[in-house]
Nanobody, 126 residues
Framework: QVQLVESGGGLVQAGGSLTLSCAAS????????MGWFRQAPGKERAFVAA???????YYADSVKGRFTISRDNAKNTVYLQMNSLKPEDTAVYYC????????????????????WGQGTQVTVSS
């Protein structure tokens, strides 16, 4: 069983920055595929970014160039650095984990992941 705990959400003005953290209880964290998803009110959960065990990263087009996903395997933590935030980035952000290397673009699909955090609210005011 893996427990994921997100932190770092909050209220920020448009153009500002936030860094989300996700701490994992996994003893073999370095082998996990980690993803960030977000869910805005009335919308489905959507892929934001992913990082695989080798360090390769993937981003949704809507955040490419503004968000950066990274991981610190020594701290069992994955981060999401969010810059140039827009009101449309407002959502609950979730981190997710899978003990498997993704096949193709499976990391894009929320059903690929086995473990989820409780979510952290990010609100961007205009």
């Amino acid at each position: 069983q893996v427990q994921l705990v997100e932190s770092g959400g909050g209220l920020v003005q448009a153009g500002g920055s936030l860094t989300l953290s996700c701490a994992a209880s996994a003893r073999t964290f370095s082998t996990t595929t980690m993803g960030w998803f977000r869910q805005a009110p009335g919308k489905e959960r959507a892929f934001v970014a992913a990082i695989i065990s080798g360090g390769s990263t993937y981003y949704a087009d809507s955040v490419k160039g503004r968000f950066t996903i990274s991981r610190d395997n020594a701290k069992n933590t994955v981060y999401l650095q969010m810059n140039s935030l827009k009101p449309e980035d407002t959502a609950v952000y979730y981190c997710a984990a899978k003990y498997r290397f993704p096949t193709g673009t499976s990391y894009l699909n929320s059903r690929f992941y086995d473990y989820w955090g409780q979510g952290t609210q990010v609100t961007v005011s205009s």
